[in-house]
């Protein structure tokens, strides 16, 4: 994130704060059991701007748990990856998933 302007690096991380813990609250116990019981739950990914006063969906919604690394993929290509042009996550992470997606799923803005 080095290229950034200082100014603009807090976005993208706080963006991908967001989008890691929506996927950690889909790990928890308390969703997941609600899961197995056919429950309506829904984990977003918003984030409120304090430079506009909106909020910000950053394109992580899931209801179940098989939907969980496809949510989380489709948020990183929307959000982080798709304003900055990098790959905030590890080079071991899967990135042939994350660029069909990218193709697939619009931009939420």
Same mark, same amino acid.
């Given at each position: ?29 308390? /969703?997941?059991? +609600?899961?197995? !019981?056919?429950?309506?739950?829904? @984990?977003? *990914?918003? =984030? ?19 939907? /969980?690394?496809? +949510?989380?993929? !489709?948020?990183?290509?929307?959000? @982080?990856? *798709?304003? =900055? ?19 697939? /799923?619009?931009?939420?803005?």
């Amino acid at each position: 994130m080095g290229a950034l302007a200082p100014d603009l690096v807090p976005d993208p991380l706080c963006e991908l704060n967001v989008i890691e813990q929506a996927r950690h609250v889909c790990e928890t116990m308390v /969703v997941q059991a +609600a899961w197995v !019981r056919d429950e309506a739950v829904a @984990v977003h *990914g918003w =984030i409120y701007g304090l430079h506009d006063g909106v909020l910000h969906d950053l394109g992580f919604l899931t209801s179940r748990p098989e939907e /969980v690394t496809v +949510a989380y993929q !489709r948020a990183l290509s929307t959000s @982080v990856r *798709g304003r =900055i042009g990098v790959d905030p996550c590890s080079a071991s992470r899967d990135q042939t998933a994350g660029q069909s997606i990218v193709k697939t /799923v619009p931009r939420f803005r």
